[in-house]
């Protein structure tokens, strides 16, 4: 029953049973989620490996038939609980107390049926006891294992870049077994990053909180697939703000600050300091006043809230059909002209890149006798129209050779 539940909390957790997918995620989930699923794999592991307080079925079995007993063991029966562990071993290392446990229930019934197996008579409850006891043994070994994956790392190289411009460092970590090391990301790479990714989000939903009977929520967001999900802790990491949520299909995951707290104190410096230089710097300054607008609590009465919607409606799609209906006499304000000067930094192409870039591999019938097939490689970044005047900057040759340091 507990390993039952155990796989169910496990998909209602992480979408999958997928071992790769599990272990994946794991490392940023929340630890006392990752001990109670630990528990209850535990509690199926005991009853497998026949250890305290599960472990009187063993002994009881042994005294039966001797083919029985041999089926008992040679079936790996009592080893599968030893198996389950080992196996789930990368997601144990995250639960101290979990570990404790195995340790202490081992370490225990090593002891205990160790002692048992001494005032027996019948040379197959001795067996049984001993048997016991050894599984006892391999499960302290199971724990030592999982610790000894948590701390088994190595630092591989740390590289330098541009300090001077807001840059900080890359360091790149290599584990030798199972955590994968996250850069420390630069502040021009955040910035090109959240060009191509970051979305500044107002949602306005219905309310009887205030007299406005609107609930106003900024919000600051990147939407990635499950297997960056690394990428997006190292932001998290960056900003020291926000969570991180995973969609129901895990395919998905999003990383999310909703406190207007952190949003002034936090995202709109680092923006203000490393402005965007896409259109989205437009969304960002019609997002930065609708906060203003709530900071200053101007957003709890009328006035205050047509300022929001007129502001909302310029901000990416506009309003819903339903806040169209609701405020017909909204007028969007003009959104604000966006120039392009230049690249400021390479770092922000990396992370440009990173988000909007494509590395493809072409393939096309060859005219020549010779060849059968012709080969081209091929990086191209795709933008609506209205960032032309970036992609022109972009541009290799508006870069000069300084695209070959970047890649």
Same mark, same amino acid.
């Given at each position: 029953?507990?390993?039952?539940?155990?796989?169910?909390?496990?998909?209602?957790?992480?979408?999958?049973?997928?071992?790769?997918?599990?272990?994946?995620?794991?490392?940023?989930?929340?630890?006392?989620?990752?001990?109670?699923?630990?528990?209850?794999? #535990?509690?199926?592991a005991m009853a497998k490996s026949s250890q305290i307080p599960l472990h009187s079925w063993l002994p009881g079995s042994m005294e039966g038939p001797t083919p029985v007993s041999a089926l008992i063991h040679a079936a790996t029966l009592v080893t599968a609980g030893v198996y389950l562990l080992l196996r789930s071993s990368p997601l144990l290392e995250f639960s101290p107390t979990a570990l404790l446990v195995i340790t202490l229930l081992g370490s225990t019934t090593a002891f205990f049926a160790a002692t048992c197996g001494l005032v027996q008579n019948d040379l197959k409850r001795i067996i049984a006891f001993s048997t016991i006891s050894q599984l006892g043994y391999s499960w302290v070994l199971d724990s030592k294992i999982s610790t000894f994956?948590?701390?088994?790392?190595?630092?591989?190289?740390?590289?330098?870049?541009?300090?001077?411009?807001?840059?900080?460092?890359?360091?790149?970590?290599?584990?030798?077994?199972?955590?994968?090391?996250?850069?420390?990301?630069?502040?021009?790479?955040?910035?090109?990053?959240?060009?191509?990714?970051?979305?500044?989000?107002?949602?306005?939903?219905?309310?009887?909180?205030?007299?406005?009977?609107?609930?106003?929520?900024?919000?600051?967001?990147?939407?990635l697939h499950s297997k960056d999900i690394f990428l997006l802790k190292n932001i998290k990491d960056y900003?020291?703000?926000?969570?991180?949520?995973?969609?129901?299909?895990?395919?998905?995951?999003?990383?999310?600050?909703?406190?207007?707290?952190?949003?002034?104190?936090?995202?709109?410096?680092?923006f203000e300091k490393y402005p965007l230089i896409s259109q989205k710097q437009a969304d960002f300054l019609l997002w930065k006043e609708i906060i203003k607008i709530l900071a200053n609590k101007e957003h709890l009465n009328q006035k205050g809230i047509?300022?929001? #919607?007129?502001?909302?409606?310029?901000?990416?799609?506009?309003?819903?059909?339903?806040?169209?209906?609701?405020?017909?006499?909204?007028?969007?304000?003009?959104?604000?002209?966006?120039?392009?000067?230049?690249?400021?930094?390479?770092?922000?192409?990396?992370g440009f890149s990173e988000g909007e870039g494509c590395f493809l591999i072409n393939k096309q019938r060859s005219n020549t006798k010779n060849l059968?097939?012709?080969?081209?490689?091929?990086?191209?970044?795709?933008?609506h129209n209205r960032d032309q005047a970036l992609l022109e900057q972009i541009n290799p040759a508006s870069l000069g050779g300084m695209w070959k340091y970047l890649f």
């Open positions: 029953m507990g390993l039952t539940i155990g796989f169910f909390a496990i998909f209602a957790l992480f979408g999958s049973l997928n071992y790769a997918t599990i272990f994946t995620i794991g490392p940023f989930m929340n630890e006392t989620v990752i001990t109670i699923i630990a528990l209850l794999l #535990l509690i199926g994956l948590n701390y088994s790392s190595s630092y591989r190289k740390i590289h330098k870049v541009n300090k001077e411009n807001g840059s900080y460092y890359f360091r790149k970590e290599q584990h030798t077994l199972s955590k994968v090391v996250k850069p420390f990301l630069a502040s021009w790479y955040i910035t090109g990053f959240t060009d191509a990714e970051g979305c500044f989000s107002i949602s306005i939903a219905n309310s009887k909180k205030n007299k406005t009977r609107l609930q106003i929520n900024p919000v600051f967001s990147i939407h900003f020291g703000v926000g969570i991180i949520n995973l969609e129901n299909n895990t395919k998905s995951v999003s990383y999310k600050i909703f406190s207007v707290t952190d949003l002034i104190n936090v995202i709109i410096p680092h047509n300022k929001i #919607l007129a502001l909302r409606s310029s901000l990416n799609l506009g309003l819903s059909p339903s806040l169209k209906n609701r405020f017909p006499n909204i007028i969007p304000i003009s959104r604000p002209k966006v120039v392009i000067k230049n690249i400021p930094d390479l770092i922000w192409i990396l059968e097939f012709t080969i081209w490689l091929e990086f191209s970044i795709t933008l």
